[in-house]
């Protein structure tokens, strides 16, 4: 590990505002010349806008990017890389139809009178890719290798390119172990050519595997920088899912109420390739956390109760009764409401007001023919709005021109207007400013209360911690701990969701 | 168009548009606005603009639902030729008038469905799973004909294309109950939100529990069945099918239609009164020239710059700058 002299790259009090947010708060980090610095954080942590910034895709409007310790000022992320920042990212973005050989030269291929030098192309790539460990055809299709063997090329690419900095966006994501590891002995070796590496990825184990320091983000903010001999898993899921943490003593409370008959319940749901089978059964005016780090299988696991992605196998019952739920209007027949994670793409219609946006799926249920007329609309989008406090001038307006915060209760009054038996939350309070967060965690305590049944996925763990009756643990797309009682806390999640992670791979 | 809005719609730089085309018209032709009454019917140029932009107006009906769901139908002109075709070649083979139109508008919901199933089923893109048929269906509506103009004089067929009911020309009264029909069923039952919902955020609308895969289904064979309707018009106006000419290049007119009407080729929003006041504004261009003694090339032209004006008044940052102007005078 490498820790003296001067940092390759630097960031130095970084700050990024989108509209009203602060995508990152001044934030300092430093890579150093043969040093694999991973950065963590959950989604929204401001992750890729760090990274944007640092290969010149945002500019940032406060502080300053060093290069070799001169500050520098990337105008596109090609200028990034004539000054020797390279990316990977996790989608291979070469082209699969041309040979291993011209994607690696593109754009700066040797050429004599202005000929293409085929021979010399195939050659030099030959070589370049021995110095890897990667003996291929190098004039074959790149699109006929593996993910793993494109992931190499992309980043000899890279690396032929810049030479000073490799970010690694997600590399692993669709690799398998032997592929990681192969990937990992690439990595190695540009580590001991000098090369600073950012590696940016969910899997803890890689983490610990491969990196020597690790900079957590939360909320655009700096959350620390540490050496990982220094720390355990445990640490490091700490410092990116809790917030000021007072450990130990979590709303308890909720964990005692009283629970009703069973409400729904899951048996052996699974999907081959996204979450491992799992049973659940939820009882009336139950809250259950669901808690994992990004990538765990969580948000997969709600997709598949509500039938946004088939189940393989497994059964859904309510209130006794087999279900059968294999798309997501069946799902709303039964009684199921999902606030997804990703409210924009998922969860409003931008276009349509208000008022549309929250009766919508009351009106999917009730079918083409019983339209709800404009006074019941009225009444319906004017009661909800009220119950959960929604903030806008007039229901007619569209929806897009509401803030994030007042959008998501749009969506929960959306499944409220349905009756709902059973409703689950995505990430419910992420990225909405804290009067509409508060809001929401107080609804999420009134439902309870009246008797429905709740799935809510968060990351932020005080929270999950106030409101859960029962808390499932996911890690690697498999459900691994159910917590009740005295186990609701903090320390417990945390060390659940860190268990055998470096045994893993 | 919403309850109470009345006033803010006539405001709508389409009206503003027609008007000034109909204004430019009766410039060029004073007798442009004369109507009389001959032998049981009206007659006049304004009815001609009607009589002559129905087929259009009603493929602009099918095509704006079409659009609303974020798709596009390329092959409503074709679809007219098929159906003239197939009408043609049975009333002259013997069988009664009424067989052959239902026939005819059978087969149009036929290729609707078929448009629907690519685009639903097999997840093919809307403009090519349509470019499809708009090749094909020539062919088809050829094979039908057997290459040749079929012509017949089933009164029934003609009465269609050129008879009149209380004075009215038939394919204005046959637009005129399609666009009504067609706007009550839409904003009287749920499928007018549910489509743009649809159109609006597909994935959305999966999450909110809304069938797409029926409602595409429904809006591309409703396109197929006003195709037939149209196509079914143009045959009785000739008292033939002609597979190669009938219905050539409709279909861009009816989209053309639609984006006049202020429906967005992004989906979401839409107004079938208003796409059919589109096909109305294209007609009344069409007819001025004719009239005026333009040659007819200088049509597409002059089509082109008043359609290129319109689009410039309907984009939100004219209109905003424009209300901003007039608010400034108000206030003065």
New interface residues.
């Given amino acids: 590990m490498v820790e003296a002299g001067q940092p390759v790259v630097q960031a130095r009090g970084i700050v990024k505002v989108f509209g009203q947010h602060r995508a990152l708060d001044g934030v300092d980090f430093a890579v150093h010349p043969g040093e694999v610095h991973a950065l963590l954080g959950e989604n929204g942590a401001g992750k890729s806008t760090l990274i944007k910034i640092l290969t010149g895709a945002y500019q940032p409007d406060g502080g300053e990017v060093l290069l070799d310790g001169a500050p520098v000022r990337f105008s596109d992320p090609l200028d990034a890389q004539r000054h020797g920042i390279g990316t990977v990212y996790q989608e291979v973005n070469l082209l699969p139809n041309r040979s291993v050989a011209e994607n690696l030269f593109l754009g700066h291929q040797p050429t004599r009178f202005g000929m293409v030098q085929r021979k010399v192309i195939e050659a030099r790539a030959r070589e370049l890719l021995a110095g890897y460990g990667l003996e291929i055809d190098v004039r074959a299709e790149l699109g006929s290798y593996s993910v793993a063997v494109q992931q190499i090329v992309a980043i000899a690419r890279a690396v032929e390119l810049s030479g000073k900095v490799l970010v690694l966006d997600e590399p692993t994501a669709s690799l398998d172990r032997n592929e990681v590891a192969k990937m990992f002995e690439v990595v190695a070796r540009l580590k001991a050519r000098g090369l600073g590496i950012i590696f940016i990825t969910h899997f803890l184990d890689q983490v610990f595997e491969i990196a020597d320091r690790v900079t957590i983000l939360r909320n655009g903010k700096l959350i620390g920088t540490k050496a990982l001999a220094d720390v355990t898993a445990t640490d490091v899921v700490r410092m990116m899912l809790g917030k000021d943490l007072a450990f130990d003593h979590g709303g308890v409370g909720a964990a005692e109420a009283v629970q009703g008959p069973v409400r729904v319940e899951f048996q052996a749901l699974g999907r081959a390739g996204k979450v491992a089978p799992f049973s659940l059964a939820l009882h009336e005016g139950e809250v259950v956390g669901v808690a994992g780090l990004l990538g765990s299988g969580r948000t997969e696991m709600a997709r598949l109760m509500?039938g946004?992605d088939a189940a393989d196998g497994g059964a859904i019952s309510v209130a006794g009764r087999r279900v059968s739920i294999r798309?997501?209007?069946q799902?709303?027949?039964a009684g199921f409401g999902?606030c997804?994670e990703d409210r924009k793409?998922?969860?409003?219609?931008?276009?349509?007001s208000v008022r549309?946006n929250i009766i919508?799926?009351l009106?999917?249920?009730?079918?083409?023919?019983?339209?709800?007329n404009?006074d019941e609309q009225n009444e319906i989008a004017g009661n909800y709005a009220e119950a959960l406090d929604i903030r806008a001038a007039d229901h007619e307006m569209p929806v897009k021109l509401l803030s994030g915060g007042n959008q998501q209760k749009v969506i929960l009054a959306?499944w409220l207007a349905i009756d709902p038996n059973f409703l689950i939350l995505d990430e419910p309070t992420r990225g909405i400013d804290v009067g509409a967060h508060a809001e929401i965690v107080r609804t999420i305590n009134r439902l309870r209360e009246e008797g429905l049944a709740l799935l809510v996925i968060s990351s932020e763990l005080d929270e999950v911690v106030a409101y859960s009756n029962r808390i499932v643990v996911m890690r690697d797309r498999a459900m691994v701990a159910e917590l009740s009682g005295a186990d609701i806390a903090p320390s417990v999640i945390v060390a659940a969701i860190a268990d055998n992670t470096g045994a893993q791979a | 168009m919403r309850r109470g809005n009345w006033r803010a719609a006539l405001l709508r730089p389409q009206f503003a548009a027609l008007a000034a085309v109909l204004l430019i018209n009766w410039l060029l032709f004073p007798g442009f606005f004369d109507i009389t009454w001959q032998e049981g019917r009206l007659f006049g140029s304004v009815i001609d603009v009607l009589n002559r932009g129905a087929p259009v107006a009603i493929l602009a009906i099918g095509m704006t639902a079409v659009i609303a769901t974020k798709g596009v139908d390329l092959s409503v002109g074709a679809v007219m030729a098929i159906a003239g075709a197939v009408a043609a070649v049975l009333v002259t083979g013997g069988a009664s008038a009424l067989v052959a139109v239902a026939a005819a508008l059978a087969v149009g919901v036929l290729c609707g469905l078929w448009n629907g199933v690519l685009v639903t089923y097999l997840e093919i893109q809307p403009i090519i799973a349509t470019l499809v048929l708009m090749v094909a269906g020539r062919g088809l509506a050829q094979l039908v004909t057997e290459g040749s103009i079929v012509t017949f004089s089933d009164p029934v067929l003609i009465f269609i294309g050129t008879g009149s009911l209380l004075g009215v020309p038939m394919p204005i009264v046959i637009a005129a109950v399609l666009a009504i029909v067609a706007t009550l069923i839409v904003r009287k039952t749920a499928l007018g939100l549910l489509i743009e919902a649809v159109g609006v955020n597909r994935s959305a609308a999966r999450f909110a529990g809304i069938s797409s895969g029926l409602l595409l289904l429904l809006v591309y064979t409703f396109a197929g069945f006003c195709a037939a309707t149209s196509g079914l018009i143009v045959a009785g106006d000739i008292r033939g099918a002609d597979a190669n000419n009938a219905g050539l290049w409709l279909e861009l007119d009816a989209i053309l239609a639609v984006v006049i009407g202020g429906t967005s080729l992004l989906g979401g929003r839409f107004s079938i009164p208003m796409s059919v006041v589109g096909a109305l504004i294209i007609q009344a261009m069409n007819t001025g020239i004719l009239i005026s003694g333009f040659s007819p090339e200088f049509n597409l032209v002059v089509k082109s710059g008043v359609i290129i004006l319109i689009l410039v008044l309907q984009a939100p940052m004219v209109a905003q700058a424009l209300r901003k102007r007039f608010m400034e005078r108000i206030s003065q």
């Fill in positions: 509500f946004v798309n997501p209007a799902a709303v027949t999902f997804p793409l998922d969860g409003i219609f931008g276009e349509l549309e919508i799926a009106q999917a249920k009730l079918g083409w023919f019983r339209a709800l404009r959306r």
